[in-house]
């Protein structure tokens, strides 16, 4: 680190932070929007396909662009390598089924660690050089 700052610590603003903030006992900011049924009802329902579109084992894919030979990957969750693989072809909607036209998969990695994305042992395709971040 080519800069040592000087820490100052201030007792008032830990004070602050222990009881909540400073506006504890003030209005809220803004109001609260009201939702309609039909709103909080796809609301509802499209927090549930998060759900199932991010459950399972977690997987890293190695994708590589048909037409500028760009490569990439991205995180998906499946049951198998297969089922993570055909689950990220079609997308949340379930209707992108132009994506495997446009990019393909050269590998599939375990994800070693979700918060970071950080690519662990190989399960099908070809070693990527960028392996295994």
């Known amino acids: 680190m080519p800069y040592d700052y000087p820490v100052t610590h201030r007792p008032d603003l830990l ?3 222990r009881r909540g903030g400073y506006r504890e006992n ?3 900011a803004t109001t609260p929007t009201p939702m309609s049924k039909e709103f ?6 499209d927090a549930q396909r ?5 459950s399972g084992n977690a997987y890293i894919l190695y ?8 490569t990439f990957r991205v995180q998906t969750h499946g049951k ?21 036209h446009c990019v393909k ?4 990695h375990v994800c070693a660690d979700t918060q970071t994305s950080e690519a662990g042992e190989l399960l099908m395709g070809t070693q990527q050089n960028s392996f295994p971040y």
Not at 63 to 70: D, P, Y
Not at 105 to 108: Q, R
Request: include cysteine; charged fraction near 20%; glycine fraction near 6%.
């Open 15 to 17: 004070d602050v932070l």
């Open 26 to 28: 003030s209005e809220p």
């Open 40 to 45: 909080s009802g796809q609301a509802r329902r």
């Open 50 to 54: 998060w759900h199932e579109y991010t």
């Open 63 to 70: 994708l590589l662009n048909r037409t500028t030979a760009h």
């Open 80 to 100: 198998t390598p297969v089922d993570a693989v055909k689950r990220w072809y079609r997308g949340l909607s379930g209707t992108e089924t132009w994506v495997c």
């Open 105 to 108: 998969v050269v590998a599939v």
